[in-house]
């Protein structure tokens, strides 16, 4: 990355006349100096992921991401920490990116992916020798990695290839002719995806490896997909899957049920009904009870995913978890079978809980963080010793996540990943903003970044950032984008409008059947909120935000004129065209709308940013991954067109390689986008630039 000129995508747009963080001009930088959080300083950032503590509590091996300049790529290493003492050292490293460290039984093992070359492979370590091997030649990368109790044997998911499907054929081609590439027939449902593009045909099934190596066993088959995470029973003889094994599966997305698969003879056994998802299977430690995460399907946008209680054999169910309001996520017995742990979230805050098995709730730990670093996302990771200790992901708005433990109700972190390049730094911090909805009085939460030099009584260019989903949260967690908007002088306001999930079940679908609608209302109401702290310019307004957040910032400026510029990122502008473009429609056109777009076009129209358009003054960027296949670049290029029509100042940024999900992977684009956003607000700003 240059610091000398802006990245050529946006050279090539005519963005010139402010240098953004990461991108910016000799000149620029004596302005900002670098003791604020800059585009490059992406590709210094670490973060822990995937913590697994060894089963006596002492040892915690997790994946540590870090980003090759040379390659512009996220890399993973596999690191040790001491529990009691917070001592580090590296455990597995290499030109590759090794993860998913998985303890055997014992603890003298470690088994994890090694992904080398383009090429993933099944390695087991012998912690006492230090010696590490690969056990199996793989076809493809292995996940949801589990070890049998007695430590003999590795269960695993894999994609299975087939042949590609003909109809018809060329006719022979002469020895040394170069011909065109042969046609592709699609007839599956779900031909391509978001993260893969367009899909091989095949499906991902369950094996079985020795753990000293040798040939895996393919346990299942069939034109189904099988999913982990993978438990197994205590006796070895039997594991457990998620998936739906029934005709016509491909079109009923959240349908799914589990499955007992014996080694012995691989049959396939369906343990629960299939109201819904039931997905997550965990044997208890005696084998007498199986605990899975699903809900009773009702067709709406959102469901609170519960945690439930079934016999050996998955009947009589009963969820551990009504009382909470909260959709839970990846459980974990307790040693001695008398709890389950999980993790949910609330507010934005993601916590750590156990639960009993008559249902009573404790809260062990708060302030879990992802992986995602462009945006404030809610979310974590945890693991469970033997003797309770709960090891897990933290983080806050001022750092990306580290390791932590708790025990006890105490909590502690180990680790501080980022220490050298904070200590260099000035770290915005994210503020609560209360707000009420100025549409019901509703509480909404929202957060206030200010740059991290501020000056009291100093009034700052505003951008409501907005998160996607819809049903997801933010939360005071650490984002790039807002660190290098706030460093360029911006403040930020984000927030959980209605729609938004860790608030419980009536408030995420208060959009449901009907979004976008009010959360309009509460975002204004967010900007109000902001306004008023005295803080902000309220003639110097912005908008952005990306996927669903997209949807809603051409809501927005449908309906408003009071922003001065706004960055459409990745965006639904179309209903109708998106619901039968999109990778997941068997899922859109069944639970985001009442009926099918051919039979309700009225409802599907008045929700589409679209149909706002001719009301469009705000000048608008929009940015999309020219390998989206969630909301197709057509989207974008269907608002381009029409705002061009309506002589709208426009600008289409394209960010190559990029899907949906990825378009912020590799940090030079992650750093450029940003630079492309702000580079836009301050063509539009009319004050000089603090």
Known sequence: MSHCRLPALIAALGIIGACAPGAACAAAEAEAPATVFQGLDIFRLECATDPQIRPDGKLVAYARRNYEIWSDRARQSIWLVDVDTGTQSPLVTG???????????????????????GHAQLMVRWMQSGTAARIADLIDAPRSLAWSPDGRSLAFEMFAALDKAKLGEAPKKPEGAKWAEPLELI??????????????????????????????????????????????????????????????????????????????????????DRAGPR?????????????????????RGYENAKLYLADR????????????????????????????????????????????????????????????????YSGGRFSVSANGVVAFTSGDSQRPSDVSVAKGGHARRLTNLNSALFAEKSIAAAR?????????????????????????????PLILEIHGGPFASYGPLFSTDDQLYAAAGFAVVYSNPRGSTSYGDEFANLITHDYPSHDYDDLMSVVDAAIATGDIDANQLFVTGGSGGGVLTAWIIGRTPRFRAAAVQKPVINWAAWVLTTDIYPFAAKYWFAKPP???????????????????????????????????????????????????????LKVPGASHESIAARPSQSAAKASAIIAWFERYRTEARP
Do not use: C
């Not at 899909?199 to 982990?228: N, Q």
């Open 95 to 117: 030109p590759g990116s090794y993860l998913s460290p998985r303890w055997s039984p014992d603890g003298t093992r470690l088994a994890y992916v090694a992904v080398e070359e």
């Open 187 to 272: 007839s599956d449902v779900n031909y391509r995806s978001d993260d893969e593009g367009y899909a091989k045909p095949g499906y991902s099934h369950v094996y079985v490896v020795s753990s000293d190596g040798g040939t895996a066993r393919e346990l299942t088959s069939g034109p189904y997909d099988e999913a982990g995470p993978i438990s197994w029973m205590p006796d070895g003889k039997s594991l457990l899957v998620s998936g739906n094994r029934h005709e016509g599966w491909r079109l009923d997305p959240l349908v799914s049920a589990i499955y007992e698969i014996t080694l012995a003879d691989s049959s396939v056994t369906e343990l629960t």
């Open 279 to 299: 997905v997550d299977p965990q044997v208890s430690p005696d084998g007498r009870a199986i605990a899975f995460i699903g809900f009773e399907d009702r067709r």
């Open 313 to 376: 054999y998955g009947k009589n169910p009963k969820s551990l978890t009504d009382a909470l309001d909260r959709s839970v996520s990846d459980a974990h017995w307790d040693a001695d079978g008398r709890g389950i742990y999980f993790q949910f979230t609330d507010h934005g805050v993601t916590k750590l809980a156990h639960v009993t098995l008559g249902g009573h709730i404790d809260t062990i730990a708060s302030g879990l963080s992802g992986a995602e670093l462009d945006r404030p």
């Open 432 to 460: 609560p903003l209360p707000v009420r909805s100025a549409f019901d009085q509703r509480p909404i939460d929202a957060w206030l970044v200010m740059p991290p030099n501020a000056e009291h009584g100093k009034r700052y």
């Open 598 to 652: 051919w039979e309700d076009p009225d409802s599907y129209w008045k929700h589409s940013p679209l149909s706002l358009v001719g009301a469009v003054t705000t000048p608008t960027l929009l940015v999309v991954g020219d390998r989206d296949y969630r909301t197709p670049v057509s989207d974008a290029e269907q608002y381009y067109q029409a705002l061009q029509l309506r002589r709208i100042p426009t600008a289409l």
